[in-house]
């Protein structure tokens, strides 16, 4: 890879960890909601939001929030080093690095980072997944262990086709509209709002909402297939069939499960990610988008 590739690369991957650890007791809250009521899970639904994080604190302690942090921070280092760190280079090649590019290559460019990064990271994905979703407290060794010895290698895969799928619309969403964006504000919005941190805070903001709204049935249908348990017959087969099952099943509003916990992640997580990864790659002297 040429040298500003791997400095693109570091710069997302330290700017998704540092995120991640402020963000992960949102996601644990949400991946309890998604899988509320499936296999031997408890009905989080039920409770709600307020209900949940008081149940997991008091029943868990508060450190149960940062419950599979460590696969966190390698998912971070790896899936999200790729679908940041890949944009600005695969935008280049897609030729939709000019001010008058179509949206969607822009999405494009977004999407097939974010397809590429997901594979790299599924294993963490699978492993930080588990991690949250369990009341009893597995670390990631034993984790990791009790996936290999019940389903081999292919076990840290399961889910891949939806997280492909998840990947491509998050990130081509989020890329895309927060690149739109922030032109649009740039060029019509009022000072101090067009320039610096209020411009990158107000365009990762518009992007975080769009990529609540697209990617949500994705990360539900990734979820209740990542979870699965391995010691009884399966819930799920794949993609489609859990969006069927879900829909049909439990209603199709089911799809957006934990969608308030879900944008109180991705707004601050998209914003503080392309804050800090924008200060890092103008630190480094190169283009973040």
Known sequence: ???????????????????????????????????SGTGNARNYAELGLAGTCSTIAKE?????????????????????????????PLKK?????????????????????GGLGSIVGNPFDILKTKMMASETGLGLGATASSIYSNQGLIGFYKGIDANIMRAIVNNGTKMACYDQSKSLIKNNAPAPLNDGVPLQALASFVAGFFMTCTVAPFDICRTRLMNQPADKPKIYNNLFDTFVKIATQEGPLALWRGFIPMWARIAPTTTLQLLFFEKFTKLAGISAT
């Open 1 to 35: 890879m040429a040298p500003s590739i791997l400095t693109n690369l570091g710069c997302a991957g330290g700017a998704a960890v540092i995120t991640v650890t402020f963000i992960h007791p949102i996601d644990t809250v949400k991946t309890r909601l998604q899988v």
């Open 93 to 113: 090649a897609f030729g939709a690095d000019k001010p008058d590019s179509p949206f969607i290559m822009k999405f494009a460019a977004g999407g097939a980072s």
């Open 60 to 88: 868990e302690g508060i450190a149960a929030f940062w419950k599979g942090i460590p696969a966190a921070w390698m998912r971070e280092a790896s899936y999200t080093s790729f679908r940041l760190g890949l944009y600005a």
